[in-house]
């Protein structure tokens, strides 16, 4: 079935670091795919997404592409702020029902 | 503001219990799901359903329903709880129009004692 692979955290850095959080996909067909955030003591938020093949989601400084020839939609932060501590989940939605098939997130901390 | 909404926040119930969660989609989505978040399990998707009727599910006991009501309303029933059923229980919904973007709530802590 279709799953989500991402990188183990905690992924641990310096304020104004470059940030890159793995993801890769095992998918029938083309699903559209999804970063969602979760702060501490909070919900999921969606964070991004991109919907086809070389899309690219972008949002609060976020960006990740859909990489359809490495199954790939990796997270990216050019600089990242103690603010952007926390737990991030890639996702992607099942092409028959929508529902989401999540990744086992990883923790993002930022020390200033 | 995802606009989901879920009630109770936080409920502490004891084992062989039984709870209703609640969940208010946003307005106009049609598909409702439910998910459960442990330490152990991340996240896992439980049920949706579309429009009242079940449209998918996933890792839910038999332990566990859910209905979706004409208002399009949401409740997740869990009975005969046990302490492993203590757990973030995630609402959320999507439609069409949204482009099926799923916006989730800020979820049911659930504590089994």
């Known amino acids: 079935g279709d799953s989500v692979t991402q990188m183990e955290g905690p992924v641990t850095l310096s304020e104004e670091a470059f940030l890159t959080i793995n993801c890769t996909y095992t998918a029938t067909g083309y699903p559209s795919l999804f970063w969602y955030v979760q702060y501490p003591g909070e919900g999921l938020q969606l964070l991004l997404k991109?919907?086809?093949?070389?899309d690219k989601g972008s949002n609060k400084g976020f960006e990740a592409t859909y990489r359809k020839e490495t199954t790939s939609f990796h997270l990216e932060k050019g600089s990242v702020q103690v603010s952007d501590s926390a737990v991030y989940f890639c996702?992607?939605?099942?092409?028959?029902?929508?529902?989401?098939?999540f990744g086992t997130g990883t923790r993002l901390q930022v020390f200033p | 503001d995802s606009g989901v909404t879920q009630t109770p926040k936080h409920l502490i119930t004891a084992t062989g219990q039984r709870v209703t969660l609640r969940c208010s989609p946003r307005?106009?989505?049609?598909?409702v799901y439910w998910y459960q978040q442990s330490l152990d399990q991340g996240l896992q998707f439980l049920i949706q359903?579309?429009?009242?009727?079940?449209?998918a599910k996933g890792n839910i006991l038999e332990r566990f329903s859910a209905q979706q009501f004409p208002d399009l309303h949401s409740e997740l029933n869990l009975s005969s709880l046990e302490l492993g059923d203590s757990a973030l229980y995630f609402c959320?919904?999507?439609?069409?129009?949204?482009?099926?973007?799923?916006?989730f709530g800020e979820g049911s802590w659930l504590t089994v004692v």
């Open positions: 359903y579309y429009n009242g009727e079940e449209r």
């Open positions: 307005s106009g989505d049609l598909s």
């Open positions: 996702a992607l939605s099942d092409l028959n029902t929508d529902k989401l098939i």
């Open positions: 991109a919907t086809k093949a070389d």
């Open positions: 959320a919904s999507s439609t069409v129009t949204s482009g099926n973007t799923i916006y």
